[in-house]
């Protein structure tokens, strides 16, 4: 039986991947997602002491790609030089998205070494010539079983569709290579039942365990009617099939055949990231790919679900296509990290409104937790000078917050660091956040302040640090989501001078008690979470 990446034998990073994007367009809110949830996903780990690899980046070659550049009179490698330099990595960089490395299919790091995969492979008998027909989606790049499509209608009445794209396939017929991947089914089906957790969520896992169930087909990895791609080495009339390329981007991005020592502490990943459209490219063709090379298959394959509009599947070919910065211009980068790991639970689809965004915005961020900080700061200041005071007459309600915090710790790790549950994660963190909020209007500082005797001094003093600690508490377990907003919190609180930087902070260690130390100076600084101004046209 293959090992997986939840085993990684000898591999010492946890190591993350979303799909790598195709260039034929600019990013929209779908691709932001999947991006966004890796890069909390890998700062979790980062925030645990772990080592991680976290890899993103773009899918280069194809038809379609080809088309798209011929449509805009440019060549294809400079369309996607341009699209890479101008819109995708820039996106990135305004999301805050911490990858370590970025991967480009036209690179020769890359084309290189899928030359050399494919080659052994056709050295050991994997791979053979054959022909093909079939109807074949250039959106998707994929020859489509004929039960996969839909019937079209209106002005593509009478012809075939492919179900996610919505337009008309096209019946091709080539000559090819082929791998055998026809003789892996069993052992495919066996690996899934050896682990059940391999495929997420379970409702992805039962879709590709049926389709293998039914019979696999031997699978064309090349295509000689174009010639954008990486060329078949023994055979330079064709090209690799572009997704045979894309996914080897997994490996060759953390050096298989070029830096043994990096590959062997790396691959496999623990988790991939995708969209559920490519569910059976990465449960199926790839670790087939895997069991033929004789590696490793990765931990986990997680497919989210699509972001809906109005009831459609978010993509520029349906015209529901937004782009993140009309939201991250209105409500902050930060909070639209946060809105759609929360709102929408990984791995279900998810449908998105501006006036939802706005509400949780209102509510959660800028009343529940934005408030929160601004009044302990306030607080502190007007009573004790700035000087966080010590807390000496902590009670039963001290102790439910502190075990409140504790219980979040838990909660919000395993949840988000084990299991992807982004959203029950944060829920978790918000819950403590009202608690902490329950607590204070319980305790009523600001009347707590008028006894002046050393008794309610002392009181004050104790409210006033149990909310300021449940505070540098969430600093730390908000961080891998929203980390500017965690930053102005932790130097609000006079953390950064009293306890280091927040990115050395480990989440695990977050619920410990007494940890901000009196003395330290607290600032009422800039509003977490200023008011919305009206939307935009």
């Known amino acids: 039986m293959a090992a997986t990446g939840s085993e990684k034998q000898g591999a010492t990073a946890y190591y993350v991947s979303t799909p790598i994007y195709y260039v034929n367009d600019a990013p929209h809110l779908g691709h932001a997602y999947t991006t966004v949830a890796g890069d909390v996903l890998t700062r979790w780990h980062r925030q645990r002491g772990e080592k991680v690899w976290y890899l993103t980046g773009t899918d280069e070659h194809g038809q379609k790609i080809m088309r798209t550049a011929e449509a805009n009179n440019v060549t294809p490698q400079a369309w996607c030089d341009k699209l890479v330099e101008e819109a995708w ?10 990858n370590d490395d970025f991967i480009r299919t036209t690179e020769k790091r890359h084309t290189d070494r899928v030359q050399e995969f494919v080659q052994d492979l056709y050295d050991k008998g994997e791979i053979y010539k054959g022909g093909y027909e079939g109807p074949y989606c250039v959106g998707c790049e994929e020859y489509k079983l004929p ?27 080539e000559e090819n290579y082929f791998f055998k991947l026809s003789e892996y089914g069993p052992k495919l089906l066996e690996f899934y039942a050896a682990n059940p957790g391999f495929i997420q969520p379970e409702s992805a896992r039962n879709e590709v365990v049926n389709f ?13 009617t174009f010639d954008w791609g990486v060329p078949v080495p023994w055979d330079d009339k064709h090209v690799i099939y572009v997704w045979i390329d894309a996914l080897l981007n997994y490996a060759t991005a953390v050096g298989y055949g070029a830096n043994q020592e990096k590959f062997d502490g790396t691959f496999p990943a623990n988790v991939h990231l995708i969209g559920k459209d490519i569910l059976r490219f990465h449960s199926v063709i790839w670790p087939a790919m895997l069991m033929a090379q004789g590696l490793p298959l990765p931990g986990k394959v997680v497919a989210n679900g699509w972001l809906m509009v109005g009831g459609e599947k978010m993509s520029k070919s349906n015209l529901t296509g937004i782009k993140p910065q009309d939201l991250t211009s209105h409500f902050g980068v930060d909070a ?52 966080l005071p010590e807390a000496t007459a902590a009670g039963d309600a001290e102790r439910a917050v502190q075990e409140g915090l504790a219980e979040a710790v838990a909660t919000a790790d395993r949840k988000v660091g084990e299991e992807l549950d982004f959203q029950s994660g944060i829920l978790a963190v918000f819950d403590f956040v009202k608690q902490v909020n329950g607590y204070i209007t319980e305790q009523e500082p600001w009347k707590v302040a008028k006894d002046t005797s050393p008794e309610g001094q002392a009181r004050l003093a104790t409210v006033l640090y149990t909310a300021a600690e449940s505070l540098r508490g969430v600093a730390v377990l908000l961080n891998p989501v ?56």
Not at 90 to 96: R, Y
Not at 358 to 375: C, F, I, W
Not at 484 to 509: C, M, N, P, R
């Open 89 to 98: 990595k820039p996106l990135w960089e305004h999301l805050n998205i911490a």
């Open 147 to 173: 039960g996969d499509l839909i019937d079209g209608e209106g002005e593509f009445a009478g012809q075939k569709l492919c179900p996610i794209h919505k337009k008309p396939v096209e019946l091709l017929k």
């Open 212 to 224: 293998v169930e039914q019979g696999l087909q031997d699978l064309s990895i090349s295509r000689s």
């Open 336 to 387: 639209y990290r946060w809105y759609f790991l929360r709102a929408i639970a990984y791995g279900s689809d998810g449908s998105f409104s501006w006036e939802d965004f706005s509400a949780r915005y209102t509510s959660e961020l800028a009343n529940d937790y934005g408030n929160l900080a601004s009044r302990v700061a306030a607080m502190v200041g007007k009573y004790f000078g700035g000087a």
């Open 482 to 537: 929203m980390p500017e907003t965690s930053q102005k919190l932790w130097e609000s609180l006079g953390a950064e001078e009293s306890l280091g930087a927040l990115a050395d902070q480990k989440v695990q260690d977050a619920g410990a008690w007494g940890v901000l130390p009196a003395g330290a100076t607290v600032t009422k600084g800039a509003v977490l979470f200023p008011r919305l101004e009206e939307k935009p046209a």
